[in-house]
DNA sequence: CTTTATTTTCAGTTTTGACTGAAAATTCGG
DNA sequence: CCGAATTTTCAGTCAAAACTGAAAATAAAG
């Protein structure tokens, strides 16, 4: 492995987590030289960075690409492909989540729905879709608002972030001092605060 | 495999999913049937409904347990350890978030904050730090932003998710009525939002 | 159309992780 | 303590995934 010291127990330690995270060792290993880089690198660069077979990184390259975490950028009068990350770490996060969503929750919510849909034929099956029913809401919620955060811009998401439970704060105010302007109503309405807690 | 089938649908989704999360197989599967039981089960009703070795579920209900994923009761009168998972999806929910952190985030925080720590011998070193600046800048903004959350009840917690960007309308709102009231002041601190959008 | 640079695919190999059965350890009742 | 019930550990086996080198496919240049 041929990086400099700094760089290098970084992409050592992007490997390691590679496993965790659900990405093969390479893969990781791959992305954290592309985050890394002051430039664009082609795959031998990688070849060479890594010290793995060619073949292995032109799969690592194709799995990031699924995961639309890297960009393929043309060097002009170079007939190779170059790669990059981002700049921008946050439309990183937006990827990275958007992507984990679809891989790891939407067919669970899809597989919720269908089962919420046939009739239980005992009591243990009545208790089960009970328990994939508080299931489903939580995840329907949560999800919910993700897309609504995902469409905010970075700006606003970042001071609402920073802002944390303060948020509370200006809404128990809020509440105080304003009947709920009538939106249109959702299911689950906000419900009005009691004063102190 | 002995399970009704609705339940043995969800068992076998949580198995599938299982590679994904992160987690082998049975794993999930043990926690399928945990979750969707209506009573407390001991190990050897995890072979029976499973149809895998006695020592795979100990070891599968160990790592369970590892994750804070399943409590032990114990039944009067009867020497088996029996487990369930908590009856509330939401605590489920904060304990499997806080785990994820614990394993797939904090590790990768302390080791920029290492790197962060060393000088840069190069200017390629140069740019790799400032890139693990800005992802390091970003984790503490997220981990910060999420241990406020981890802090409300679950009752408010669910309001804040409800209203989503709702949110933002009410601090544009806060904003145009109040000057920020001095709070201790934090590095990032709320700018003041632009007028309209 | 041919040549050459580059990327992709794939069969075979290696590595890693999951799973099992048997043996060891633990725990509790007597 | 002893012995039965139960759980855990572990060495060996099996299955899945990662990785490689070589061959095939692709794409641009001449």
């Not at 890297?70 to 946050?90: A, I, Y």
């Not at 849909?117 to 919910?144: F, K, N, V, Y």
């Amino acid at each position: 492995m041929t990086l400099p010291p700094l760089v290098q127990a970084f992409v050592l330690h992007f490997g390691e987590m590679g496993s965790r995270w659900g990405i093969n060792r390479t893969v990781g290993q791959i992305y954290a030289v592309l985050f890394a880089s002051d430039r664009p690198l082609c795959a031998d660069d990688l070849v060479e960075r890594l010290g793995v077979s060619r073949s292995n990184v032109s799969m690592g390259l194709k799995e990031l690409q699924a995961w639309n975490l890297v960009r393929l950028k043309h060097v002009p009068g170079d007939r190779r492909d170059f790669f990059t990350t981002p700049e921008d770490v946050w439309a990183i996060v937006r990827t990275l989540v958007e992507e984990r969503k679809k891989r790891e929750i939407d067919p669970t919510l899809t597989m919720l729905r269908e089962l919420l849909m046939q009739a239980p034929a005992s009591d243990e099956e009545r208790h089960a879709q009970a328990r994939m029913r508080d299931m489903h809401e939580l995840i329907e919620l949560l999800t919910g608002w993700y897309a609504d955060m995902q469409r905010l811009e970075t700006e606003r998401l970042v001071q609402l972030l920073t802002l944390g439970t303060k948020v509370v704060k200006v809404l128990e105010m809020k509440d105080r001092l304003f009947v709920m302007p009538g939106g249109r109503a959702k299911k689950t309405e906000t419900r009005t605060a009691k004063p102190e807690a």
